[in-house]
């Protein structure tokens, strides 16, 4: 899965130069999976303004994106990753999710100044829209919805910029508005070098590892506990957690007894399907999710 990070202050041209390399390597031949924020964001049921003034809704479509992600793993095919990609320490996390794949990656900065990217966001002229609204439904995708300034300018605010002497923004290809992409040197970069061996901190320890085992069911009694607080409060139905594409069923027979069963046998049945290649815990959520649906009772 080699990846190319896209990163950018908001309308900075992100989503036009992915569509653009996605276009040039569909032309070569390459498989390519475009995962874009525009469409994570209203799929997660959220706002775009709202979303962008929310840390929790941020930090549910950053994972939304990285599993996403993490599910077209392979040598071969492109993942283009369309987003704000502002935080200096989930473009780590991509990097060391690359490493564990022992593929390459190269990190495009849409390099543009703060007013100018204004001026594009102003042009654009669909309207926001808030999760439940009644008229109408979420958009498919929001690309044509213009930040506010309040939300514009705090993003801008907190945007770390890519160094091309980190390892994890390197190599570092920048582009400004009125540039043509170097598609070839980005072919190369992905294609034609040779990925990093994953080291001590990226390998996937054997499931029998202390600390792999606590991890994983650090993340599931994280689950059990958000359902618990649904079931106190009587908010049956569908619920999303954080990092399961699909949504978790909360029924009325659920109780604390039940869940945590389910999550002893979730950890045994995991730990025996893979004995030599550990699940990535990124993918844990919405396995387990899947594996509540699949054996409680509806509501």
Excluded at 120 to 140: H, I, K
Aim: glycine share 4%; proline share 6%.
């Amino acid at each position: 899965m080699p990846i190319v990070v896209i990163t950018g202050l908001p309308a900075s041209g992100k989503s036009t130069r992915a569509r653009q390399l996605r276009d040039h390597f569909v032309e070569r031949g390459r498989k390519v999976h475009l995962i874009s924020e525009n469409e994570a964001v209203p799929k997660a049921g959220f706002g775009k303004n709202s979303h962008a003034g929310d840390s929790q809704k941020e930090k549910v479509v950053r994972s939304d994106l990285k599993s996403e992600a993490s599910r077209h793993v392979n040598q071969e095919d492109l993942v283009i990753l369309d987003a704000g990609n502002y935080i200096k320490g989930y473009r780590y996390e991509l990097y060391c999710m690359s490493k564990v794949s022992r593929t390459t990656q190269c990190t495009l900065f849409c390099c543009i100044p703060q007013e100018q990217a204004w001026t594009f966001n102003s042009q654009r002229t669909a309207a926001d829209q808030l999760p439940g609204d009644s008229e109408t439904e979420q958009p498919v995708d929001n690309s044509d919805i213009p930040y506010t300034r309040e939300s514009f300018d705090a993003l801008c605010q907190r945007y770390e910029e890519p160094q091309s002497n980190n390892r994890w923004d390197s190599p570092l290809m920048v582009v400004l508005p009125e540039d043509t992409l170097d598609m070839e040197a980005i072919y190369k970069s992905l294609y034609e070098s040779q990925p990093l061996p994953p080291n001590q901190s990226t390998y996937n320890a054997p499931l029998g590892s202390t600390n792999y085992l606590f991890e994983l069911d650090k993340i599931v009694q994280t689950i059990i506990k958000e359902i618990l607080g649904a079931v106190k409060i009587k908010a049956f139905g569908q619920m999303r957690i954080p990092g399961s594409r699909n949504p978790v069923k909360v029924a009325t027979s659920m109780n604390a007894l039940q869940l945590n069963r389910l999550r002893q046998k979730f950890i045994t049945s995991t730990c025996h399907a893979s004995q030599t290649s550990p699940t990535p815990l990124e993918q844990v959520p919405h396995l387990f999710v899947q594996f509540i649906n699949a054996n409680t009772i509806g509501c």
